[in-house]
């Protein structure tokens, strides 16, 4: 039986007013935490690659070991935040990769570490379906602008706090102690969310709608250009996530301290941008601009504009490389400010765990491309010029996709599409 238009229309009650802030502002720690885990062991890279004897290919399999998992589970994550409650699913998640940070600190060897790494990815892939059902079920569309942003901007101030304190941490301690650290210190975030998440169960199970299936998500046009353009985003992000303090460290010749200050600034840069972007948004859609023409103005015009960053290993002055990778972060966080946004607004709460796990199961691909291929490129041509280059022409790819294959950004109706696709 086709799903009934009437039926897809039921919604979870909104958070209330006065609850808005303290959940999002939890959200946005979480996140804050989730990025500086996954970050860490690109901080202490240099350091792990001298103690375990590692070649660049295997430093790359190691930087991109945590995104096997985390790309994969998505599919799980997806599937259980709209059958369970969003709220614990985020909980759990959050105890398994911040327990993974801390044991990491004690791997013996590069096996372990990979294998602890992956764990950590397993538990991170709870955190993107959640914050969506999350959003799609309780904030209205300029509220999901706004909250995006923020998440997004922590996902930058977490590799931010982490190459400034991690960098000095790891300078004087070790990495050793920094794992131990951050992995005990979030775990300090699930009081805190267990006394202020929403009340009332984030799932679509406690709804009386029915979820569309996965074959009729996929269907959807809009689909090719959130899977195509996040994957293309995540790729330029993840590229400089892992590799940027090696390369600020080896080839343009930072010292480990100095290399905690300059390599936090794209990070910062990009959260300032994207949160100003996503305060944009928001005052232009009260003004009465239609979704379709500001998530698509962002996501497509900062994908193209951040292709900048193919021109940072030709400047020979490093100064001059470092503002052009500011530059290129910035448009990266006006793009970053939206591409959630877009998921929510078209799933709706229905479909929002599951597209969103599909969604960044596609999109974190980048993540075991990126580092890997980066990996191959420096081992084999003893520079960073082609690695640069491959994430500028990912990042063009992604603007054109937003640009000419998402559509109209507004909520569907599921029932109608479902009959539609089976007429």
């Known amino acids: 039986m086709p799903l009934s238009p009437q039926v897809t229309r039921v919604k979870s009650p909104p958070i209330a007013a006065t609850a808005v802030g303290p959940v999002v502002a939890l959200l946005v720690a979480s996140v804050t935490i989730n990025y500086i885990d996954r970050g860490n062991l690109s901080i202490a890279a240099p350091l792990i690659r001298a103690e375990m004897g590692l070649s660049s290919f295997q430093l790359g399999l190691l930087l991109s070991a945590f995104f096997w998992t985390y790309s994969v589970c998505h599919l799980v994550s997806g599937w259980l935040v709209d059958r369970l409650d969003a709220n614990w699913i985020l909980a759990m998640g959050l105890l398994l990769w911040s327990g993974g940070t801390a044991v990491a600190g004690l791997a013996g060897g590069f096996g372990a570490l990979m294998a602890l790494r992956m764990v950590i990815g397993v538990g ?5 379906p959640a914050y969506s059902k999350i959003f799609a079920a309780r904030l209205d ?3 999901r602008g706004v909250a995006n942003a923020l998440i997004d901007a922590g996902s930058k101030i977490g590799p931010a706090l982490g190459m400034v304190v991690g960098g000095l941490l790891v300078a004087r301690l070790g990495w050793r102690p ?5 992995g005990l210190g979030g775990l300090l975030w699930l009081p805190l969310w267990f006394r ?3 009340r009332g169960a984030v799932s679509a199970a406690s709804q009386t709608a029915v979820s569309p299936s996965v074959s009729a998500i996929l269907r959807h046009r809009a689909i090719f250009a959130t899977f195509t353009g996040h994957f293309c985003g995540n790729y330029l992000w993840y590229f400089l996530l892992t590799w940027l303090p090696y390369y600020l460290i080896h080839e343009r010749h930072y010292s480990m301290e100095a290399m905690a200050t300059v390599g936090a600034l794209p990070a910062l840069a990009s959260a300032v941008a994207t949160t100003l972007a996503g305060w944009l948004s928001y005052k232009a859609l009260a003004a009465g601009a239609t979704p379709t023409r500001v998530r698509k103005t962002c996501t497509s015009m900062g994908l193209g504009l951040a292709t900048i960053i193919v021109f940072v290993p030709l400047v020979p002055d490093r100064n001059w490389s470092i503002v052009l990778l500011v530059l290129a972060s910035i448009f990266y966080g006006v793009f970053a400010s939206s591409h959630w946004a ?3 607004t078209i799933a709706g709460p229905l479909a ?3 597209w969103s796990g599909m969604q960044n199961f596609f999109g974190n691909l980048a993540g075991v491309a990126a580092p890997t291929l980066t990996g191959l490129v420096v081992e084999h041509t003893g520079n960073f010029f082609w690695a640069f280059a491959a994430a500028g022409a990912v990042s063009l790819v992604g603007a054109a996709a937003y640009l000419f294959g998402l559509g109209a950004v507004e909520p569907t109706d599921w029932g109608a599409l479902t009959s539609r696709q089976r007429a």
């Open 124 to 128: 991170e892939s709870t955190a993107y």
């Open 141 to 143: 569309e300029r509220q």
């Open 178 to 182: 920094f794992f131990l650290a951050l």
């Open 196 to 198: 202020w998440m929403p």
């Open 342 to 344: 877009i998921t929510q």
């Open 352 to 354: 929002a765990g599951k």
